[in-house]
């Protein structure tokens, strides 16, 4: 199989539609943005694609291309025709511009896709391997604020809870001090620039870490 990220999502927060699953794309592994619906995963079938990566989906489409409601016990390899990995998880969800960018990166190559996950004892993550040159192995990249050094400013990060779920951006300013937000705690928060330029403090507890 060959990933293939189409031309035409240039962006993260795309939508990835059934009309833009061409017959060409039979065989291949499609990157997608920010969503996919039961209708486009229908089309992936039809089409005879072999993967498909995007940021999230609703429930209740996952739902209906199963037929039945999703456990919690190993997951991802289910019949359905085809390998789905959701990288950010339910929802409209913007894949992570740093995972969005490394996989268009990797347009045309050979890969290995696997779903298979398991969030619980011996947890299993879904893993896409994508083969390089002999030549061309990339450097290391460096990950600020480490889960070994803790998060720290500038590091990447993506909000988990309302109001602002799903959106990511960058560590400006650790506050020392508590702070006391709506629902009347007094708790340690981040202050986190959003792509746009607008800040936000936000618990720290409603932040992950963007590493990868």
């Not at 017959?23 to 089309?43: C, Y």
């Not at 037929?67 to 990995?85: M, N, Q, R, S």
């Amino acid at each position: 199989m060959r990933v293939h990220p189409r031309h035409f999502w240039r962006h993260p927060e795309d939508v990835l539609t059934d009309h833009q699953l061409t017959p060409d794309l039979a065989g291949k592994i499609v990157i997608g943005g920010a969503f996919v619906g039961a209708h486009t995963l229908q089309r992936a079938k039809a089409v005879g694609i072999k993967g498909i990566v995007v940021g999230g989906m609703h429930d209740k489409d996952l739902r209906a291309v199963l037929g039945y409601d999703l456990g919690v016990a190993i997951t991802g390899t289910e019949k359905i025709g085809f390998t789905l990995i959701l990288t950010e998880g339910f929802g409209q969800i913007a894949m992570a511009r740093k995972t969005f960018d490394l996989l268009r990166t990797m347009n045309g190559r050979k890969a290995s896709i696997s779903g298979a996950t398991q969030i619980r004892a011996g947890v299993i993550r879904p893993e896409i391997i994508v083969s390089s040159p002999s030549d061309a192995v990339p450097d290391a990249v460096g990950i600020p604020g480490s889960a070994k050094e803790g998060v720290q400013p500038g590091a990447p990060v993506r909000i988990i809870r309302e109001p602002y779920f799903g959106r990511i951006g960058h560590v400006a300013s650790l506050p020392s001090d508590l702070t006391l937000i709506p629902t009347e705690s007094l708790v340690r928060v981040m202050e986190i620039e959003f792509p746009d330029g607008t800040r936000a403090l936000v618990p720290r507890a409603n932040v992950e870490l963007i590493e990868g």
